[in-house]
Structure formats: structure tokens, C-alpha cells
């Protein structure tokens, strides 16, 4: 009988240990308890207050932007306006370059006076506009450049020359009468150098040579070198050259035997 009532007392206190072991019901194990935050109130990232959604958890999360991908977000930016800042630069060394030439230059505050010839040589630079003035008995008819870098704007005896930044070279021509006949001349236009000895003639003004007779260059040849003019024979005056040229069928001037014509160009 005693040894009966002692394991029912037995029996008993493991069955009040097992019941305390058990947890209760929708009871979660500590550890697990732990590993979810606590939260309070109805604020982001906290339980929905919702009961539909009470069992729904809205976390929020944190992202951490790479400083790698930033700077490659912005290479990326300078790579695609690298055309712009290319152009820039470009405009940039232009601009240096020309200032660089415009600072080496003098410009004439006088008018420049040439002789007029059938080729006539012109220093021009971009950035200054000239006028060429021809003997104030011709009248300009027409004239063009080639190639096109300069551009001819004349009236009367007046040609304003324009040029662009393309200037390197350019050819002149230039028709006009002179009473009644029919004259061209060409002006043959090149970018002026990039040195201190450079000078820019706002004007230049052409006339026309003082033309000796034949007898007079005649008589100043045969003075200068002690005998007569023979084929290809010149002699400058004034800077003005006159050659002979032996020519039996149109040649009006005639030296002993034979017939030459001669020719007039002025410096």
C-alpha cells in the first residue's frame, strides 16, 4: 500500500513537470522571441494594426548607394559630352591662336601706294577687311575670288575685301574698263605670316606707272650698259622694268636689222 501511494506521487509531480515544460499555446520559444524586433505603434516598418494582415511583417530596408557606381554614373556623363568638351577646347585654342597672331601684327594708319599690274601680291589677314583702290580712271565691272575665301564688294574704282577664317590663299580677279577698253588684273592674296615684321594696310591705292617713250628706255639702256637692247634684254626705271623681246612680225620697234616688241611691268 505505501509503496502503491508513492508512485502515484511519483507519477504526479512528473506529470506537473512535463505540463510546465510545455509552452503555451501560440507561445514562441524564447530564442525565437528574440530574433524579432519589438515594435510599437502603427509606424513603418512595424506589425500592420490591420487584423486581416496581422500576421504581415513590413520591414524596411536600408540601401547603401556604391561610391563605385558613382563615379562610374559619372564617367559615364563626361564620356558622352566629351564632344562638347572637345569643342570647347578646340574653340578655346582657336581663339588663343588667333589672339596670338592679331598681338604680333602692326597695322598701317597710312594708305599704301602701289603700281598697278596685270599680277598684283596682297598680305591679308582674317580678322581685318581691306580696300583696294584702282587708278581713279578705271571702273570695276566685276570681280571674283577663288577659292571663295575672301569676298569682293566694289563700286567704281572701290573694292572692299572681305576675308574669313578659311584664309589662306585666294585669288583676286578683277575686270574693268578704262575709257574704252576692256582691263583685268589679278590680285593674288595670301594670309600674312605670323611674325612681328607683318604689316596690315587697311587701303592700298594702285596707279599708274609714268611709262618712258621707247626711245627714252632706249637711250637709258644704251647709257646704263654701253650698247643697244638685244632679245630679252631689260633694264628697271623707276621700278619699272622694260623688257625687249625680238619679234619680226608684230614688232614695231626696230634696232638696226631687226624688229622687237617691248614689254612694261611696274614693281
Known amino acids: 500500500m505505501t509503496k502503491k501511494i508513492n508512485l502515484l506521487l511519483f507519477l504526479s509531480s512528473l506529470g506537473l513537470y512535463a505540463e510546465y515544460q510545455i509552452p503555451q499555446e501560440n507561445q514562441l520559444p524564447q530564442e525565437q522571441q528574440q530574433a524579432y524586433p519589438q515594435y510599437s505603434g502603427n509606424t513603418v516598418g512595424s506589425p500592420s494594426q490591420d487584423p486581416q494582415n496581422s500576421n504581415v511583417v513590413v520591414m524596411q530596408e536600408n540601401v547603401e548607394v556604391d561610391e563605385e557606381y558613382l563615379l562610374a554614373e559619372d564617367y559615364l556623363k563626361f564620356y558622352n559630352n566629351r564632344k562638347k568638351i572637345n569643342s570647347v577646347i578646340n574653340k578655346d585654342r582657336e581663339i588663343q591662336e588667333t589672339f596670338n597672331e592679331i598681338k604680333n601684327l602692326k597695322i598701317a594708319n597710312f594708305t599704301k601706294q602701289l603700281k598697278m599690274n596685270d599680277i598684283n601680291e596682297i598680305l591679308m589677314h582674317p580678322s581685318y577687311p581691306q580696300t583696294i583702290l584702282l587708278p581713279k580712271s578705271a571702273t570695276i565691272t566685276n570681280a571674283y575670288a577663288y577659292p571663295p575665301t575672301v569676298q569682293p564688294n566694289f563700286q567704281y574704282n572701290r573694292i572692299d ?24 588684273s589679278t590680285f593674288l592674296i595670301t594670309k600674312t605670316p605670323n611674325n612681328r615684321h607683318s604689316i596690315i594696310y587697311p587701303i592700298i591705292a594702285y596707279s599708274y606707272p609714268a611709262i618712258l ?55
Not at 163 to 184: C, F, H, M, W
Not at 226 to 253: L, W
Request: proline fraction near 3%; glycine fraction near 4%.
Open 161 to 184: 575685301v572681305i576675308p574669313n577664317n578659311a584664309l589662306l590663299r585666294s585669288n583676286l580677279v578683277v575686270t574693268y574698263l578704262e575709257g574704252d577698253q576692256i582691263k583685268s
Open 213 to 267: 617713250n621707247t626711245n627714252d628706255v632706249i637711250q637709258r639702256y644704251y647709257e646704263a650698259y654701253k650698247k643697244m637692247p638685244t632679245h630679252r634684254s631689260m633694264i628697271n626705271i623707276n621700278n619699272t622694268i622694260y623688257t625687249f623681246f625680238k619679234d619680226n612680225i608684230n614688232g614695231n620697234i626696230k634696232i638696226g636689222e631687226t624688229n622687237f616688241i617691248m614689254k612694261v611691268d611696274s614693281k
